[in-house]
């Protein structure tokens, strides 16, 4: 079963500084059916002003990873971490027992980034964060950050969640297949382009919620760049 979530159907939020889009339920945004999908709790599409972003806030009990489509988000939290993440490259937040954060836009362009919040499998943990660079060229799949035994020792940025965040480009006419966790499903948006998955065509900034696929066959109608988060049971 792919369940799609067009771009244009996704839940809105707009002030002057932030233009956001939901793919689940978030802030302002409530729509019942749309409160998650298994572990998964948020995906927002974010669009943030130049000079501007999310003041000090708290969060426990998340794992947040934020995936920076154009421009740089930097990063500062209460543990004594800072750091710049830009376009390609991943960064990763356990809250677990309790962190404050802020995210801002130092750039002078505007950067649009996708955040996803992913329920853990660990309580308790001791809050952190770390980013990385990952390869940007076409041709399959990188594993970002994960949790699963699968994924130890290939660098992906770890999670304390039963769950992975992959992401590629395609050229166009590309085909990639790609086997799913047995029994579990995932969540995949195309950043930029067009694709099919299995038989269902997603546009630019789609999403498609995967359920009892074994296997998904990712074919790019155009050069495609794909963000994909696999759940576990």
Not at 96 to 113: C, D, F, K, M, S
Not at 155 to 173: E, T
């Amino acid at each position: 079963m792919i369940d799609l979530r067009p771009f244009a159907a996704l839940g809105r939020f707009r002030n002057d500084w932030l233009n956001a889009r939901h793919h689940f339920s978030f802030g302002e945004y409530h729509d019942r059916d749309r409160m998650g999908f298994g572990a998964l709790r948020v995906w927002n599409d974010d669009e943030i002003a130049p000079s501007r972003g999310f003041d000090p806030h708290p969060h426990r009990e998340m794992e947040i990873v934020t995936y920076v489509r154009e421009g740089a988000i930097t990063h500062r939290d209460s543990l004594g971490n800072e750091g710049r993440t830009e376009a390609g490259d991943v960064q990763v937040m356990h809250a677990g027992t309790g962190i404050v954060h802020a995210e801002y836009n130092i750039e002078a362009v505007p950067t649009r980034l996708f955040q996803i919040w992913v329920m853990p499998n660990q309580r308790g943990v001791a809050p952190g964060w770390g980013t990385r660079q990952f390869p940007r060229e076409t041709g399959g799949l990188h594993v970002l950050a994960s949790g699963r035994a699968a994924h130890e020792g290939i660098g992906a940025l770890p999670l304390y969640a039963d769950a992975a965040v992959l992401a590629g480009k395609l050229a166009a006419g590309e085909t990639l297949r790609h086997r799913l966790p047995q029994g579990g499903g995932a969540y995949l948006v195309a950043a930029s382009g067009a694709l099919t998955v299995n038989d269902a065509a997603l546009g630019p900034r789609d999403g498609a919620a995967i359920a009892g696929e074994e296997e998904i066959t990712l074919t790019a109608r155009e050069t495609a760049e794909i963000v994909l988060v696999e759940l576990g049971q």
